[in-house]
C-alpha cells in the first residue's frame, strides 16, 4: 500500500506521535523513515536523553510503516516481537530511525531498523516480526484516521 502526502499527514496528527515528537516521513516499497525529536518531559533521568522506551516506541512504529507499505490497502499488522540493542548512549535533539522490510512470508513480516543520532551515529538497532491482519475499516485505528 502507498500513502499520499494528505495520508502521511494524518497520520502523523495523532496524540502518541506528537506527545513523544515522532514524525513518520516516509513509507514506501518496504522501508520507512522517522524522526524522533524528544520531548523534554521524556528525556528522563537524564536532561537532554530520551528514555529507552520512547527510542523503542520510535522502532516500533517506524517497523510498523515499513510493513504496512507491503500490505495491500485495508490491511494492518501487530507487532508479535521486537528485539532492540542500544549501543550508545542516546544524547542529541534529533533521532532518525531507518527500517527495511528484510523478508515476508505469507502473514509473517520479518524488518530491521537503525536509530541514529544527529551525527550519523548508531545509537539503537533492532530487528522485528510482525503479522499482517486483515481488520474491516471500522477496526482499523489507522484508517479511523486517514479516512473518518
Not at 514524525?23 to 522501508?31: I, L, M, Q, S
Not at 522506551?53 to 517506524?62: E, P, R, V, W
Not at 515499513?66 to 490497502?73: M, N, P, Y
Request: net charge neutral.
Amino acid at each position: 500500500m502507498e500513502f499520499s502526502s494528505e495520508e502521511m499527514s494524518s497520520l502523523n496528527n495523532n496524540s502518541l506521535y506528537q506527545a513523544l515528537g515522532i514524525v513518520v516521513e516516509e513509507a514506501k516499497e518496504g522501508k520507512a523513515h522517522a524522526k524522533l525529536r524528544p520531548v523534554s518531559t521524556f528525556c528522563w533521568p537524564s536532561e537532554g536523553q530520551p528514555h529507552g522506551g520512547i527510542l523503542f516506541t520510535l522502532m516500533d512504529t517506524t517497523m510498523a510503516w515499513a510493513v504496512l507499505t507491503k500490505l495491500e490497502r485495508g490491511a494492518n499488522c501487530a507487532t508479535i516481537h521486537l528485539d532492540i540493542q542500544y549501543t550508545k548512549r542516546a544524547g542529541g535533539d534529533i533521532f532518525t530511525c531507518q527500517a527495511r522490510v528484510a523478508h515476508q512470508a505469507t502473514r509473517i513480516i520479518y524488518v530491521r531498523a537503525d536509530i541514529l543520532d544527529e551525527e550519523g551515529r548508531l545509537v539503537a538497532t533492532g530487528q522485528g516480526t510482525f503479522k499482517a491482519i486483515k481488520a474491516p475499516l471500522s477496526e482499523n485505528p489507522i484508517k479511523k484516521q486517514i479516512y473518518p
